[in-house]
Nanobody, 125 residues
Framework: QVQLVESGGGLVQAGGSLGLSCAAS????????MAWFRQAQGKEREFVAA????????KYRDSVKGRFTISRDNSKNTLYLQMNSLKPEDTAVYHC??????????????????WGKGTLVTVSS
């Protein structure tokens, strides 16, 4: 069982930056691929970014490429998401996810076993 706790959400103006963190309880954090998803009010949860176990591969949804950076520190059991040039359409609850399987399907919510409760990011125009 893995517990994930997100932090760092808040209110920011368009064009601003925000950094999210996800603390994991897993004893072998490095054994899990990790991801960020987001869910805007009234919409389905969508993939944002994923990173492999050793932080050597990352994948992003097209709309955040060049603005968001996913990273991890396996020594601290922590996943990060640095968000720059934020837009109002980035407003959502951001969830981190973990799964022990290999680097295969990434964008479907069903491909991820463990989830955090999320942290709210609000971008004002």
């Amino acid at each position: 069982q893995v517990q994930l706790v997100e932090s760092g959400g808040g209110l920011v103006q368009a064009g601003g930056s925000l950094g999210l963190s996800c603390a994991a309880s897993a004893r072998t954090f490095s054994g899990y691929r990790m991801a960020w998803f987001r869910q805007a009010q009234g919409k389905e949860r969508e993939f944002v970014a994923a990173i492999d176990r050793s932080a050597s591969i990352a994948k992003y949804r097209d709309s955040v490429k060049g603005r968001f950076t996913i990273s991890r520190d396996n020594s601290k059991n922590t996943l990060y998401l640095q968000m720059n040039s934020l837009k109002p359409e980035d407003t959502a609850v951001y969830h981190c996810a973990a799964d022990p399987s290999l680097w295969t399907e990434l964008t479907a919510t069903a491909a991820w076993r463990y989830w955090g409760k999320g942290t709210l990011v609000t971008v004002s125009s």
